[in-house]
């Protein structure tokens, strides 16, 4: 028996009276604008799961199939079935399954990781990046190649690199040993000497005679969703108390240790980026070699109003907090200041701030190849963060090494 399961339903009803399907949501191509977005936590259960619900004068019929990463609207129309296929987040399994389509002309898609060495001497910053693979990137700009791997080195005194090489879409070996089918698990995507999977990654670029490669592995106990929106966007975090062991050399200077260091691994994707963003990453080491981890996320909403969320892992339980607020954030000098309470008497008070001059500025390319942004960025970050649980003493944490803070607008 199906449970019954608390979706918001967001579609335009009179798009419904159009259809004529099939449609495919998931791609920012289709004229359709309907969307299905987690409201509540739903049970897990098999493929194939069946539901209905009465909608805009019409009776709707859901399937979702958790293999291909949508779901399914079955609705009656001119004597004849219609399909509509909604993106649907909750039945990911690893919050690593790859959504885009390689023909969607519009969309963006991440796997990052924030590497915080054990010596505090610094901080590595990797990112493999799709961008527009059906119309082939921007091809006007030289960072608007389609496929991309980044690494920046966030040095504990000095100013931040980051060394950037792009590769055509024709690059990627589909379905073959170079990128695993979207929603399939495990994930995988390579393109040249570099690779990231579920556990492991490993890189080789050379930019502007500068050689930097990575051989990595990494395991953590806890993982998170920020924000999902389906076809619009996520931001979710696979590995969030991520311990990195293997090493990373730039040009003759090798890092290499067992562990190497601490941080995360992140996954975001979107239709295109936001135009305001505050987003912190935290790891604070524990006894016992049991970690803790603060993240947190702010960004702009449609009519004026603001997405905030944040998600505390501590002592092997996880607390969100769905709202909170800000006394501080200072996107020239990047620091932010946030209290947030839940609604069993978990108060945490975090401050992050930026080194100021070694705060790292990068510009990012719209998806509209419209022309690129600034982001503010300091992978070294420094944090305190004050936990107040109720009937016990208020525990105070700090880290000079395990913090990344990110702004997009003032």
């Known amino acids: ?62 399937r979702w199939d958790s293999f ?37 002309r519009r969309r963006y898609e991440v796997w990052f990781l924030r590497v915080g060495l054990t010596d505090g001497g610094g901080a590595w910053w990797l990112r493999y990046l799709l961008m527009n693979p059906g119309r082939g990137g921007c091809a006007g700009d030289p960072l608007g190649q389609p496929v991309q791997v980044w690494a920046t080195w966030f040095p504990r005194e000095g100013k931040p690199e980051t060394w950037i090489q792009g590769f055509p879409v024709e690059s990627l070996d589909v379905g073959g040993a170079g990128l695993s089918k979207r929603g399939a698990r495990p994930f995988f995507l390579e393109v040249g000497e570099s690779r990231i999977g579920e556990d492991a990654c490993r890189g080789r670029i050379e930019v502007g005679g500068q050689r930097v490669s990575w051989d990595l592995r990494y395991r953590s106990s806890f993982r998170a969703e920020l924000s999902s929106k389906g076809w619009i966007g996520f931001s979710r975090t696979p590995h969030s108390d991520a311990v990195f062991s293997g090493e990373i050399a730039l040009n003759d200077r090798v890092f290499r240790g067992e562990p190497l260091g ?11 980026h936001r135009h305001f963003w505050t ?117 105070e944490l700090t880290t000079d090494s395990g913090a990344v803070l990110e702004m997009v607008g003032s």
């Open 1 to 62: 028996m199906i449970r019954k399961s608390r979706f918001f339903i967001a579609p335009v009803c009179n798009c419904l009276g159009r259809l004529s399907g099939p449609a495919d949501t998931s791609s920012p191509d289709t004229p359709l604008k309907c969307w299905l977005s987690e409201a509540g936590r739903v049970p897990q259960q098999e493929d194939n799961r069946r539901a209905s619900l009465r909608l805009c004068g019409r009776n709707l019929n859901f």
């Open 262 to 272: 601490f941080g995360m691994q992140g996954h975001n994707c979107g239709y295109r």
């Open 68 to 104: 291909n990463g949508a779901s399914t609207i079955r609705h009656r129309a001119a004597g004849r079935d219609e399909m509509i296929r909604c993106y649907s987040c909750w039945h990911m399994r690893t919050l690593n399954e790859r959504f885009s389509a390689l023909s969607m």
């Open 279 to 395: 987003w912190t990453h935290v790891y604070f080491h524990g006894a016992r070699g049991r970690g803790s981890t603060f993240e947190a996320l702010v960004y702009e909403m449609p009519f004026g109003m603001m997405f905030r969320k944040a998600v505390l892992w501590h002592g092997g339980e996880k607390y969100t907090f769905r709202k909170f607020s800000e006394s501080e954030r200072d996107s020239r000098q990047l620091s932010w200041k946030l209290e947030c309470t839940d609604a069993r008497g978990v108060r945490v008070e975090v401050r992050v701030s930026g080194r100021g001059r070694f705060v790292h500025r990068l510009p990012y390319v719209k998806t509209d190849c419209s022309g690129r942004f600034e982001v503010a960025n300091d992978s070294l970050a420094l944090a305190r963060m004050v936990v107040r649980l109720p009937g016990r003493a208020a525990e």
